[in-house]
């Protein structure tokens, strides 16, 4: 599941998790060449868990690295769920500009929330703080990120629970038809069926608790406080 070399540098030893393996890859030798021992997991999918758990536990890590996008409703998800277990102490490297998605994921746990802009030279530095107890996140960034979840407002907090349980093709279509797009142009643009398109409203209507396209699409009016959209 992972790769590690055979010496026990457990001191040194770091939990990388990366949504892109190639991206995971290149840090992993990136902090091989400061003389760390990064152990590269691939990422935990759902249902998957316990196993990702037991790999975590084996390698022994005590200070663990993220890397992936805050900016769909199942990547955020997925991230509260890893950092909110220990004892690993989680850095999260994202290129989701600071906001509530930042204090959402700082609250479920993590050590502290970094740009990818960090260098390689940073991100050594931020690990080997996290390792002595030294918050490597400046206090002000964190209390303000924080703040800003925690200004949303409660109803916006259950919008995005219930938008996490979309899986990232519903999140897509629900975008999609935000934009005006038809079922018959999204099934089109998508090589599928209309039926397999109306089937995958229907879930995503009901996973959102709305008995409506419409009243779908204004939910998801409202999750751009959190979660908006690059264009």
């Known amino acids: 599941m992972f790769s590690s070399t055979s010496a026990e540098r457990k001191d040194d030893r770091i939990a990388l998790v990366a949504e892109r393996r190639l991206v995971g890859q290149a840090v992993e030798a990136a902090l091989r060449a400061r003389e760390l021992d990064p152990v590269l997991f691939a990422w935990p999918r759902h249902g998957a868990l316990g196993v990702f758990r037991a790999g975590l536990d084996r390698s022994a890590a005590r200070v663990g690295v993220i890397l992936c996008a805050l900016d769909s409703p199942d990547l955020l998800h997925d991230v509260e769920v890893v950092v909110g277990r220990g004892p690993v102490r989680w850095l999260v490297l994202t290129d ?18 970094l740009p990818t802009s960090t260098t390689t030279a940073g991100l050594v530095l931020a690990i080997r703080e996290t390792r002595a107890g030294r918050p490597p996140m400046n206090k002000m960034a964190r209390a303000r990120a924080i703040r800003q979840w925690h200004e949303v407002a409660q109803e916006q907090h259950v919008l995005i629970r219930r938008m996490e349980q979309l899986t990232r093709r519903e999140f897509e279509i629900l975008g999609h038809l935000y934009d005006g797009w038809s079922v018959s ?16 409203v229907k879930s995503l209507r009901r996973k959102l608790g709305v008995h409506s396209q419409l009243a779908a699409v204004a939910a998801y009016r409202r999750s751009l406080e959190v979660f908006p959209r690059y264009r």
């Not at 599928?192 to 995958?200: A, D, G, L």
């Open 185 to 200: 142009r999204i099934s089109a643009a998508a090589g599928v069926s209309e039926s397999t398109v109306r089937s995958q």
């Open 96 to 113: 989701s500009r600071e906001g509530p998605r930042w204090g959402a994921v700082l609250e479920a746990g993590a050590t502290a929330v």
